[in-house]
């Protein structure tokens, strides 16, 4: 009966930091990258066109942002966690009613696990059918068909170049002769 109790306490502790942790720094990326990008988003629109773009942009990023952040919101989740029962001095309870802490730890192992899972449905399922999806946003915030941000490999000599803005609207492309 302790046992079950137990491990529901322990979930809910630990799912409650994650989801704690999760919010903050999506909402900490999401206004950086906001303020960030402010000029690309403001584009000769009205404001309910570029809060509709920014809304639209910040959704289709965040399965992204779930795969890349993932890891790290559970680590940080699980020590919270453990250290807040620790400041509250409910592992000691434990420890003292017999409970080892390896069996006090299973279930956030396998929330970590769940979570793990959620992660790979994440990167395989939901992510290659948000492609298009997210291209068409990421084109329309940097307003038509100028790309940023390009590395090009040279193979004479095979270095690396930066681009820093290619602009494929042009027409012609002149060679300087030398």
């Not at 420890?95 to 006090?104: D, L, N, V």
Request: hydrophobic share 50%; charged share 20%.
């Amino acid at each position: 009966m302790l046992g079950r109790r137990l491990d529901r306490y322990v979930t809910s502790f630990f799912l409650w930091h994650f989801v704690l942790v999760l919010v903050a720094v999506f909402g900490l990326y999401i206004v950086v990258e906001t303020v960030t990008d402010l000029d690309d988003f403001i584009k000769s629109q009205d404001a309910w066109a570029t809060v509709r773009l920014m809304a639209r942009y910040h959704l289709y990023h965040i399965p992204i942002l779930f795969s890349q952040f993932l890891p790290i919101v559970t680590l940080l989740a699980g020590i919270i966690a453990l250290a807040r029962l620790s400041n509250y001095n409910e592992l000691n309870a434990i420890k003292a009613a017999g409970i080892s802490m390896y069996r006090t730890l299973v279930p956030v192992f396998l929330c970590t696990l769940a979570i793990g899972a959620l992660a790979l449905a994440n990167q395989e399922i939901l992510l290659p059918r948000l492609e298009n999806r997210i291209g068409e946003v990421e084109f329309e915030r940097r307003g038509g068909d100028v790309s940023t941000r390009l590395w090009v490999y040279d193979e004479d000599t095979r270095t690396s170049i930066e681009a820093e803005k290619l602009d494929t609207g042009v027409q012609e492309l002149t060679v300087p002769s030398g």
